[in-house]
């Protein structure tokens, strides 16, 4: 899968400090690939994959992170960014407030409409009411009465008759009557784009004037979805996308094709189909979803939250001069301990996860440690050597532990001073290395 293989292409990349040209190259090879296969437009792909490159060169890498990893951050802060960054909610600021369903027959428009009135009655307290503008299948209407029925909201139709105008204008005034706040039209839709099915969706939408028309578009018809998005929006200039059927195994690449043809925001996506399957959109979660690189990203963000370059900095100029002490000690444990549970950190690293999934981590492996460094002196936090025997003692005393611990973690630190004066002499790269090894 694609995320195997970005894993192994990023391999390339391990042990580099620096994200540079050729190392980019190769990697980016691959994220378009990734993203044609999630049925991303071949010219969406390429655009996107420059714009990373440019964004990713000479991008310095943080000890804390592998340049691998902060490829993967990059590629999907980017997606996001195409998503639309942020997810954009609805205007609803007629009274009534209308909102016009739009889209090809089968996509899914009958079974939003409801979900979408269900939302607004239950989130926002509104008072919504269904119309049926379905009016050429007679078992459309009946459709949209089960749905309002199954939510509680009323459905306005008029079954004899097929004006689509007058049924709407007539459904506005029984809102405005009787308190509906919301007015959630309903319409027809064909197989394939049609000059009827058009120029009837135009009509209705001139006459109505909606605060809000989407288009309702199913994430399974992959390529397809980005040419009828586009015909729709060249007729209806709509407000803003439904991507339903998320549900199904479709990797989504619908969305950042359609996001970037038409520049429409995508509102809400269907996954399922009760009342209760339907989701605001997110554009972080559809970009791990295209990526599928899950937890990754989380990990490289909390690393760059964690990481402070200064204080690395500090501490490898006092390791050169052999001053590591155990203040320092005691600094790296809480960097690490910042940084979350031990046990769900390494299980976001991807392919390690489920292999630690039943191996026991204990998250209090740092209690014991911290505890002893705590009943240290500032003086023997310093100078480690001036602890004897009769200091051990009060240590374990001071610290709840018993002597051997004392003296275990005394002589671990001993090993890593040494360790890290070996090193010192090498470059930051290849300390990480031999640390990461
Ligand atoms: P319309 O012709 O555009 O009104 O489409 P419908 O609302 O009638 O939906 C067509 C079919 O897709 C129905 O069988 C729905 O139950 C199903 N459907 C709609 N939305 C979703 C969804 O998000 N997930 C799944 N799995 N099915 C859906
Ligand atoms: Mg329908």
């Known amino acids: 899968n694609l995320s195997d293989r970005l894993e192994r292409s990023f391999k390339i990349l391990k042990g580099e400090g620096k994200i540079t040209e050729i190392n980019v190259a190769e990697t980016l090879k691959d994220v378009r690939r990734a993203l044609l296969d999630a049925d991303v437009n071949y010219k969406v792909a390429k655009t996107f994959t420059d714009t990373v490159k440019k964004k990713a ?34 205007k609803l600021e007629g009274r009534p407030a209308i909102i016009l369903m739009s ?17 607004l009655k239950a989130k926002q307290r509104k008072n919504p009411l269904l119309v049926a503008c379905d009016v050429y299948r007679p078992a459309a209407i009946e459709q949209l009465r089960v749905v309002g029925q199954t939510v509680g909201v009323p459905v306005y139709s008029e079954p004899d008759s097929k004006n689509v105008l007058d049924i709407a204008a007539h459904a506005i005034s029984e809102a405005k009557a009787k308190g509906h706040d919301v007015v959630i039209i309903d319409t027809a839709g064909r197989l394939a784009v049609d000059e009827q099915m058009m120029d009837e969706i135009e009509a209705l939408k001139n006459s109505v004037r909606p605060d809000e028309t989407l288009f309702v578009v199913d ?10 998005a586009k015909e729709f ?59 599928g690189m899950g937890d990754i990203v989380s990990l490289v963000e909390r690393a760059q939250e964690q990481f402070d370059e200064k204080q690395a900095k500090e501490l490898e100029k006092k390791i050169r001069r052999n001053q590591f002490d155990f203040n320092d000690f005691m600094n790296q444990i809480q960097q690490i301990k910042k940084m979350g549970n031990i046990k769900d950190l390494a299980a976001m690293i991807p392919g390690v996860g ?47 532990t018993n002597i051997q611990d004392v003296n275990r973690l005394l002589k671990q630190f001993d090993q890593t001073r040494k360790m890290m004066k070996m090193v010192a002499g090498t470059s930051n790269s290849k300390m990480m290395q031999m640390a990461n090894a």
Do not use: C, W, Y
């Open 354 to 400: 489920k292999a630690i999934k039943d191996v026991d981590i204990d998250d209090n492996a740092f209690k014991g440690i911290e505890a002893i460094i705590n009943s240290m002196t500032p003086k023997e936090r310093i100078h480690p050597e001036i602890i004897n025997q009769s200091r051990r003692m009060r240590i374990a005393k001071g610290s709840g």
């Open 233 to 291: 929006n060249d007729r209806l200039d709509f407000d803003g996308v439904v991507l339903t059927k998320l549900d199904g195994d479709t990797r989504g690449g619908a969305a950042l094709s359609i996001r970037t043809v038409v520049t429409k925001p995508i509102k809400f996506v269907g996954t399922g189909e009760k009342m209760e399957a339907v989701d605001v959109f997110h554009p972080e979660r559809m970009a791990d979803r295209i990526l």
């Open 219 to 228: 994430s399974m018809t992959g390529q397809d979805a980005v040419n009828t």
């Open 103 to 119: 889209g090809l027959q089968g996509s899914g428009k009958t079974t939003f409409s409801g979900k979408l009135a269900n939302m």
């Open 57 to 90: 060169m000479g991008m310095n890498v943080l000890t804390a992170v592998k340049p691998g990893q902060l490829m993967v951050k990059i590629v999907h802060d980017e997606l996001t960014e195409l998503m639309g960054g942020k997810a954009v909610g609805l």
